[in-house]
Each structure stands twice: as structure tokens, then as C-alpha cells.
């Protein structure tokens, strides 16, 4: 199973929007709506940002949205703030019942 | 509230077998739907899946991996262990259990993780 397509690095302003794309196939992001979205501090553990293409889970903030289309989802922050400044991946089930991840997007708020 | 916390050796040696302890609080991994996963990480790289088990004892495997994986759960101690022979320097990594509800890779809660390092 290749790991899930995602650009290294993004960066914005803050007060600005950016998008992170995360591409499969229809094997995993395209076959299923079973894609989330963790954040991760250097040192840190990933925490969950989107589950279910665009579900958020209690606490987290409006500014993260989640969207798919076919082969892609896509993971949108608006109001970039400082604290945003982490790296992300995306993770979809499979048709082999297991899970793949993306390589990993670099935020950088400028 | 739900926590996870890995345990094992910081250190191995290349050819042996790691073993790795998740103890986990807040729910029963014999409860309808319940599963914990392990992910790990190399330094600096990204996250990589590599099994499951739930709360029917159903177990699933990176397909990459899965001859070198065995992972399987103790409910009345609260642990998932797993397994992995033939230890390689490429399998340095951080190493993180995490809870899931249902198969379908959501991972909601995370333990901290623990660093292994395979080093003659």
C-alpha cells in the first residue's frame, strides 16, 4: 500500500487561508469517506483534526474544514494563527481493511 | 478519560525481536467496537500504520509488515502487545499506540510514544 500523496511544505500569513491536498486512490481516499486529519507539534503526538473527510471532533476549531473530491481530499485552515505551525497527514482505510498515511505536509506561518 | 501509554526497550540489537507494551485506562478492549493500533515513526519522516486489534480479537496488519508483526491484547490487564522480529536499524522509529472506535482509522487518542533504537 503507497503511502497517501501530500505536498512537503505550505506556508501563509497569518489571517490567511491555506489548503493541504492529500491524493490516493480509489483503493483508500476515493473509496471511502474514512479520511482524517492529524496535527503534530515537533515532539509531540498527532492529534486528530478531521475525522470522516469533514468531521471535527469536539474542540477543535472552526478554522479547520475537510473536503474531498474523488481521489482527493483536502484539508483547509482559514484565519492562520501562529500556533498552526506544525505538520500534517492525512490517513485513509483501505480496501485491504488496513490504513495509510500521507507523507506529511510542513505548515509554516510567515 | 481516555489514556495510552507505550512501554518497552529504548534499545535493541538488529536481528532480534522488539516487544512493546501499550497499557491503556479509560475504556475495555471488550467493548463493542473498541480497537487500539500502532503507528510509528521514523525521525523525521512520517507516520506509518502497522496494525490493529479489536474488541473481537480480530487483528490486522501493514501489508508491508505483516510477516514480521504479531499483536494481541490482554483485557483483563488493560495492554495490547506487539510484536516485531528481525529488528533493522530502518526500523528506528518512535513507536505510538492509539485508540480507535470501529476499524476505520480514526485515531482519537494517543499515547506519547516511545523511541526505539536498533543499534549494534
Known amino acids: 500500500q503507497s503511502a497517501l500523496t501530500q505536498p512537503a511544505s505550505v506556508s501563509g500569513s497569518p489571517g490567511q487561508s491555506i489548503t493541504i491536498s492529500c491524493t490516493g486512490t480509489s483503493s483508500d481516499v476515493g473509496g471511502y469517506n474514512f479520511v482524517s486529519w492529524y496535527q503534530q507539534h515537533p515532539g509531540k503526538a498527532p492529534k486528530l483534526m478531521i475525522s470522516e473527510v469533514s468531521n471535527r471532533p469536539s474542540g477543535i476549531s472552526n478554522r479547520f474544514s475537510g473536503s474531498k473530491s474523488g481521489n482527493t481530499a483536502s484539508l483547509t485552515i482559514s484565519g492562520l494563527q501562529a500556533e498552526d505551525e506544525a505538520d500534517y497527514y492525512c490517513s485513509s482505510y483501505t480496501s485491504s481493511s488496513t490504513v495509510v498515511f500521507g507523507g506529511g505536509t510542513k505548515l509554516t506561518v510567515l | ?120
Open chain 2, 1 to 120: 478519560q481516555v489514556t495510552l501509554r507505550e512501554s518497552g526497550p529504548a534499545l535493541v540489537k538488529p536481528t532480534q525481536t522488539l516487544t512493546l507494551t501499550c497499557t491503556f485506562s479509560g475504556f475495555s478492549l471488550s467493548t463493542n467496537g473498541m480497537c487500539v493500533s500502532w503507528v510509528r515513526q521514523p525521525p523525521g519522516k512520517a507516520l506509518e500504520w502497522l496494525a490493529l486489534i479489536d474488541w473481537d480479537d480480530d487483528k490486522y496488519y501493514s501489508t508491508s509488515l505483516k510477516t514480521r508483526l504479531t499483536i494481541s491484547k490482554d483485557t483483563s490487564k488493560n495492554q495490547v502487545v506487539l510484536t516485531m522480529t528481525n529488528m533493522d536499524p530502518v526500523d528506528t522509529a518512535t513507536y505510538y499506540c492509539a485508540h480507535m472506535v470501529g476499524h476505520m482509522g480514526v485515531f482519537d487518542y494517543w499515547g506519547q510514544g516511545t523511541l526505539v533504537t536498533v543499534s549494534s
